[in-house]
């Protein structure tokens, strides 16, 4: 949900493997198939969806979508040159998949759970005479951006990205609440979580996300910033596929099992994420462990979203995943776009309920 972007190559035409011709993204942005392997999808749900997708290229800042429906892949379509197979800038729809990582450590025996203190596993980076709310604050607070302590987004982000150390920075930020309080979304906290990762595992959160979701069909991080001290970059600045994306997301909807039925992610540990624990000031949608949750079609849903509009979407009562990017370089909520793709996944879902 910021602006800073990665440095990455330009976009490309969806290719021929998915179904397309060269140019064919442009020519004939209706174009869609199954991704290679995958079940034969039937045309009927996917010819619903072909008006709907026509109009949607009127969102100027849209670039892919994809929808799956009981396990196979309806849509897969590029709009501007734009290519499902080509990884892009997820933001902040990262600290969704940060937020697995956890459960799967919790799972290991690697970290306690989330009640467990954050004090006493980023020890060495607490400010000197530290207030005593840091050491109330817990792993639980972190993921459900409830820690109390200011946020390092939003107008404040630039500064805090520009300090020498991003979590003493993080650590230092001053109480404007109690810890379990109000929702305050800061991505200082989600890296915060990615610091104890670290440290806990004596691995990187790359090396982690590589090895725990790698079971996962499709799965794959192309490339993930990082801080000055090398510290992979906790909720942001993480380059995927939207297939990729794709992929993870119906993992999730799938009770965190991969299409060969091996269990990748806790099931419980979903349902936990999943839970609404708090609710956001600007949009009032509940939000969990790195996840937020609406109604969409008059159906509960779980998406996780980053700046510009990179969206996944899990609907589990339609058996049904979406993940739809953006241009990563504009806002997407005070511009209207998030809205609209809310309500391009709403007519999605009801065209397929």
């Known amino acids: 949900m910021h602006r800073r972007s990665l440095l990455a190559a330009p976009l490309l035409l969806l290719t021929p493997r998915l179904g397309f011709t060269q140019g064919a993204a442009a020519e004939n942005p209706s174009a869609t198939a199954p991704p290679a392997g995958a079940p034969e999808a039937q045309a009927a749900p996917a010819d619903a969806l072909a008006p709907i997708l ?42 969704s998949i940060l937020a697995m990582l956890v459960g799967i450590a919790i799972d290991r025996g690697v970290l306690e759970g989330t009640d467990q203190k954050i004090a006493p596993l980023l020890k060495a980076d607490l400010p000197d005479n530290p207030d005593p709310r840091l050491h109330a604050i817990t792993l639980g607070n972190l993921l459900s951006m409830q820690a109390g302590l200011e ?33 305050l979304y800061s991505t200082g906290s989600t ?28 799965f794959s991080i192309a490339s993930w910033e990082r801080d000055p001290q090398g510290l992979y970059f ?3 600045q993480m380059a995927m596929t939207p297939a990729s994306l794709l992929a993870f997301a119906e993992c999730t909807r799938n009770g965190g099992r ?16 999943w839970q609404v624990r708090t609710r956001s000031r600007f949009t009032g949608d509940g939000y969990g462990y790195g996840w937020f949750t609406r109604d969409i079609a008059g159906v509960t849903t779980h998406y996780g979203w980053g700046y510009g509009g990179q969206m996944l979407y899990v609907v589990p009562a339609r058996g049904m ?22 309500r391009l996944a709403g007519e999605i879902v009801a065209a397929l309920g």
């Open 151 to 183: 946020r390092t987004s939003g107008p404040y982000y630039g500064q805090w990205i520009a300090s020498r150390n991003w979590v003493r920075a993080a650590l230092a930020r001053p109480f404007v609440d109690e810890p379990g309080g109000q929702m």
């Open 54 to 95: 026509d109009r949607a290229a009127a969102l100027e800042p849209l670039r892919t979508v994809l929808v799956i429906k009981d396990g196979r892949r309806l849509i897969a379509r590029g709009y501007r040159g734009a290519s499902v197979e080509r990884p892009a800038n997820i933001k902040s729809a990262s600290k």
């Open 234 to 236: 906790g909720g942001n």
């Open 321 to 342: 995943s979406l993940v739809m990017t953006s241009d990563a370089g504009a806002p997407a909520g005070r511009t209207g776009h998030r809205d609209e793709l809310h």
């Open 191 to 218: 890296h915060l979580v990615s610091a104890i990762l670290t440290r806990a595992t004596k691995r990187s959160t790359l090396a982690l996300a590589r090895d725990w979701l790698g079971p996962i069909e499709g």
């Open 258 to 273: 991969n299409r060969a039925g091996r269990q990748v992610i806790p099931q419980e540990w979903i349902a936990q994420c």
